[in-house]
């Protein structure tokens, strides 16, 4: 097999943007970093099974549009230490880890943007660490309450209910242990890289592919990314509450294979100035599939940078 390629920064081709690595809450964590450090600062948080590269598109605009942007990798994933125990995968953990990149950055607050697993941590963040977080766009994953309350059976939501449970079926199949680690290592990763092809078909190029396997074959990394799931049902944290206070924007693509579009208009009903964006032909991949126009629309909520 040849040598895997870089995935630290290096793969933008772009001098002004860089990799760094942090002290963040004991591990060493990776993330990309751009744009002048006196400027409103903007973090980009991936979800699953993506790292980084998931924002390569968005970097540079919000660059340009005069914010800081920083785009971590999640811990465990590609570059950033993983873990090897399960409870330091909880959803708060994972958004501690937000707050300390935030302050790692001479900041005390700032924009948070989330897609997929990403998503669900930015929701955290914004419910259990509100002064740190200024304004919230979450892409494809609904707040943690629109969600519980779409599993927990129901009479009055029962059609729902079972609707949701068949897309959320390989939530359960990665709880199981080493199975699930073994079905996607397997023929170098091609169960991963098929699962995104084929949920979002034309999206993912084959040196996409290249970048993504070698992100997953670091040490420890799948084994983290799926620790994800398995902590967010076996060390489930409370919330504080469920009222997010901050500007919201709801981004979602409804043509969403794991998650049903009502679960959009549910999460805005918990936020106190909430605003959802939906794209009809768009999948869960949206962010893929409409950067210009996601990136216009996270632009228009944040309300401009400091350039």
């Given amino acids: 097999m040849p040598p895997r390629l870089a995935t630290d920064a290096s793969l933008l081709h772009d001098p002004a943007i860089n990799s760094v690595y942090r002290d963040i809450d004991g591990l060493e964590l990776h993330?990309?970093?751009?744009?002048?450090?006196?400027?409103?600062?903007?973090?980009?948080?991936?979800?699953?099974?993506?790292?980084?590269?998931?924002?390569?598109?968005?970097?540079?605009?919000?660059?340009?549009?005069?914010?800081?942007?920083?785009?971590?990798?999640?811990?465990?994933?590609?570059?950033?230490?993983?873990?090897?125990?399960?409870?330091?995968?909880?959803?708060?953990?994972?958004?501690?880890?937000?707050?300390?990149?935030?302050?790692?950055?001479?900041?005390?607050?700032?924009?948070?943007?989330?897609?997929?697993?990403?998503?669900?941590?930015?929701?955290?963040?914004?419910?259990?660490?509100?002064?740190?977080?200024?304004?919230?766009?979450t892409i494809n994953v609904p707040h943690p309450a629109a969600f519980a309350g779409a599993l927990m059976p129901s009479r009055e939501r029962w059609r729902l209910n079972l609707q949701q449970w068949r897309r959320s079926w390989y939530i359960l199949l990665f709880q199981l242990p080493w199975l699930p680690e073994w079905l996607n290592r397997r023929r170098d990763y091609e169960g991963m890289a098929r699962f995104l092809r084929q949920a979002s078909p034309g999206t993912f190029s084959d040196a996409d592919m290249d970048r993504y396997r070698?992100?997953?074959?670091?040490?420890?990394?799948?084994?983290?990314?799926?620790?994800?799931?398995?902590?967010?049902?076996?060390?489930?944290?409370?919330?504080?509450?469920?009222?997010?206070?901050?500007?919201?924007?709801v981004i979602w693509g409804e043509d969403d294979d794991a998650l049903l579009p009502e679960l959009a208009e549910?999460?805005?009903?918990?936020?106190?100035?909430?605003?959802?964006?939906?794209?009809?032909?768009?999948?869960?991949?949206?962010?893929?599939?409409?950067?210009e126009a996601v990136t216009e629309l996270i632009v228009d909520h944040l309300g401009g940078g400091g350039g």
């Fill in 31 to 137: 993330a990309v970093v751009a744009g002048d450090p006196d400027d409103p600062l903007v973090v980009l948080h991936h979800g699953f099974p993506e790292f980084w590269w998931g924002w390569a598109d968005y970097v540079r605009p919000l660059v340009d549009a005069g914010y800081r942007v920083l785009v971590p990798d999640g811990r465990g994933y590609n570059l950033s230490e993983a873990p090897d125990t399960l409870p330091e995968y909880t959803t708060d953990r994972l958004s501690a880890d937000v707050a300390t990149w935030i302050r790692s950055e001479g900041k005390e607050s700032a924009h948070v943007v989330g897609h997929d697993w990403g998503a669900a941590v930015a929701w955290d963040a914004a419910l259990r660490r509100s002064d740190l977080v200024d304004r919230l766009v």
């Fill in 214 to 249: 070698a992100a997953w074959s670091r040490p420890g990394a799948l084994g983290a990314m799926l620790d994800w799931y398995r902590a967010a049902v076996q060390h489930r944290p409370d919330l504080p509450g469920t009222t997010v206070e901050q500007p919201t924007l």
């Fill in 266 to 291: 549910r999460s805005v009903g918990f936020c106190e100035n909430g605003r959802l964006e939906r794209f009809p032909d768009a999948t869960h991949w949206v962010t893929h599939e409409r950067p």
